[in-house]
């Protein structure tokens, strides 16, 4: 069979709401590999941090992690591909974070950006407060002229649509994207990355890179990071508690607590196999 493949997101879509694989998930990956098809977690978080609810053992062949600045062979964490932010760059974008207030980090580069240094507005966001509690050991306060590289910045606010504009037309040469917060799911994290970093771009280079044919890719996702992914994959789901705006836009799924990583899986594949 031609070779083909599956990216999925992980909070919100592959994994349950309390952050445990369903064991039809886990059956439906081994059944994508008895076929060859190529199994991709595809995620905003950090490489670290997908280790953490991962481990090693699970059947993925690629990572994309950090929304696609990064690619790593799912078995060794061999990088395949990375990205990185200018010093310029860097530090033009957290003076408009400042000018506006706002909270925001700067993440080390490729694969240590799991390390941050933090800034604080005036008011600091629960958000943030609890994100400084939770990732206290990689955290630190500084000074970003000092940050000569970085994967991307990460701002936190509750109206965020206008500052994005704003972004997207300062920094238009950058890669611009929205996300949820998965502390609160209230929080909209603006994350700011290397131009063409996105889920799509980095599912475009591996499919690239093994020789499959975009027509027989599939994807599934639940947030606005997913979106680039969504758009590229030629058959693209969304899980029932994705974004509304997402649920009008693709193919609909159950919720990733009702196995929607697998009804979503299971239809294509019908569809797939002669």
């Not at 490729?110 to 990689?138: C, G, M, Q």
């Not at 899980?239 to 009804?263: H, I, M, Q, W």
Request: charge should be negative; charged fraction near 20%.
């Amino acid at each position: 069979m031609r070779p083909a493949m599956v990216l999925t997101d992980l909070d919100g879509t592959f994994l349950n709401s309390d952050r445990s694989i369903a064991s039809e998930n886990l059956d439906t990956l081994h059944q994508l590999g008895q076929h060859g098809i190529v199994r991709v977690a595809a995620t905003g978080r950090t490489l670290h941090s997908s280790r953490e609810v991962l481990g090693f053992e699970l059947p993925f062949d690629y990572l994309i992690f950090s929304t696609g600045a990064g690619i790593c062979r799912f078995a060794d964490s061999q990088i395949l591909q990375k990205m990185s932010l200018t010093a310029n760059d860097i530090h033009a974008v957290a003076e408009f974070f400042v000018d506006c207030q706002l909270d925001f980090s700067i993440h080390h580069p490729i694969p240590d950006n799991h390390h941050f240094h933090w800034y604080s507005s005036p008011n600091p966001t629960p958000d943030l407060v609890s994100r400084l509690k939770y990732l206290a050991e990689f955290a630190v306060q500084g000074d970003f002229r000092e940050i000569k590289e970085a994967t991307q910045l990460l701002a936190i606010t509750l109206n965020g649509l206008e500052i994005i504009e704003e972004l997207q037309r300062r920094f238009s040469h950058l890669s611009i994207i929205r996300t949820t917060s998965p502390i609160d799911n209230r929080h909209i994290w603006i994350e700011v990355f290397p131009s063409g970093a996105s889920k799509g771009s980095a599912a475009e280079w591996l499919c690239k890179h093994l020789s499959i044919e975009r027509n027989r890719t599939m994807s599934i996702g639940n947030d606005f990071n997913d979106l680039a992914m969504l758009e590229w994959t030629q058959a693209s789901f969304v899980v029932a508690n994705a974004a509304p705006e997402l649920v009008e836009k693709f193919s609909p799924a159950p919720g990733n607590d009702d196995r929607g990583f697998t009804v979503a899986v299971r239809g294509w594949l019908e569809q797939l196999l002669p």
